[in-house]
């Protein structure tokens, strides 16, 4: 079956959408110019529109009615350099366009996706971290850049000893408390260094020695680091049996019967593994966790834990800052080695503010907390979560192995998704990421360490971009088939 691509154009009506194919360049149509007569254009886009409009309707798309379905006329728009489209009459008019070059379908199978104009940005961006940040975020930032809450100045220029920067860190705890239903016997701490920093944080703080036994899991690279990091405070033991990457959650783990702590990454950036819930430890055992890249995704009984930190840069906000949660009795224990500013207790006792702080940082943090709250909360970012990686991992294990995952299902990230092309085809990977390139899809290149393809697609990711994606490798697998 030869597959043709097209891409597609939005209109919107304000209230509603509707999705319109642009042919390729072949038909005379190029960036919503007009190139050639309109009339043959005219005649083939109506056809294409009824045609994907009824498919909206067939899947129940919300947006999508049978009066769509019903008649999609397409008509010139005033510009000569524009698309417009009418509907029957009873229905609004269009109020304006957008060309999408990032979605591609296979219209032999009906496959697109529908894209909502209102939040449709420049790229999609899928990187890893530096990740996309919410589109109200940067609007609120970008508005209050220069003159923050009336204040003459930019939140960057205000001291962070000010009422207002102590109000603002107050608040952004508060809200990062009401997210996450955080325990009051544990600290919220606002610190820098990045997630890296914690691994010597973490058995500097709660190991007592270099012959204290320290237990870690290692499912990935940045376990792996943070093992290979607290060798230097203490005495580490993988519990995985071969100390190699974990892959199957089924095996038996082999904890120290007197580890200080149980350290764990709850997902892995880079090798896409992700723990659905806390591992089983023994009773009474401190459990750590890394929640950098899967904080606030689903839900996280905090007081399971001893210490939850969590780099910002991936569903938090910016980097500079990392969150650190620490249960109260854990304070004070740090060894006396330990350089006093990755001394948790120091930290806590000021508030986050015993040195200068991130102040833009928690800022940004501040915003994405309060969006979160707006948009539902972590159960719906929860059910977010679990609706796009299934539309991900939907095409993956239906390509008929022309896409595959190197990770076992139960233990696939909802937040990082690495997959090959045709068991890691080196020339059709770098075909796909150059077409995903010209499609305006970023930072899908797999880590440099392994290679392949990776879809990151935290919070601010929506569904309908990891639709588009979808689309895209629909078509790029039917053209390679």
Known sequence: MTSERIAVLVLSTGTSKVAVMRPDTETGVENGQMAGDWEPVKEQLQQICVKVVGALVNTAAPTATKAHRADCSITRAASTHKWGAARAAREEPIDRVLVSECCLINPSSNRFALLDCSSMTAVLNFGA???????????????????????????????????????????????????????????????????????????LNLSPGKDAVVDYIVTGAWSQKAAAEAKKYATVNIVNADGKQLTDL??????????????????????????????????????????????????????????????????IGCSGVTIVIVRDDLLGRAQACCPEMLDLSIHAKNGSLYNTPPTWSIYIAGLVFAWVLRHGG????????????????????????????PVQPEMRSRM???FRIRGGDAALEKAFLAEAEQLKMQQLAGHRSVGGIRASIYNAIEADEVQALVAFMASFRAAHA
């Open 129 to 203: 971290g530096p990740a996309k940040l919410p589109r109200e975020v940067l609007e609120v930032a970008q508005k209050e850049l220069l003159d923050w809450h009336g204040l003459g100045m930019s939140l960057m220029e205000l001291s962070h000893r000010s009422n207002e920067f102590q109000e603002l860190i107050k608040t952004a705890e508060q809200n990062l408390r009401t997210l996450m239903g955080i325990p009051a016997n544990y600290k919220v701490l606002f610190v820098q260094g990045g997630g890296s920093t914690q691994f010597s944080v973490v058995p």
């Open 416 to 418: 990082n998704v690495p």
């Open 250 to 315: 089924t095996k038996p783990l082999t904890f120290s019967s007197n580890a200080s702590y149980v350290y764990y990454c709850a997902n892995e950036t880079i090798h896409g593994v992700e723990f659905a819930g806390a591992p089983d430890v023994p009773a009474g055992t401190v459990l750590v966790a890394d929640m950098s890249s899967n904080i606030l995704s689903r839900h996280v009984d905090v007081s399971k834990f001893g210490l939850i930190f969590a780099g910002a840069q991936k569903n």
């Open 378 to 405: 972590v159960p719906e970012f929860d059910r977010r979560s679990a609706d796009k990686a299934a539309l991900l991992y939907g095409e993956i294990d239906g390509s008929a192995g022309f896409y595959t995952c």
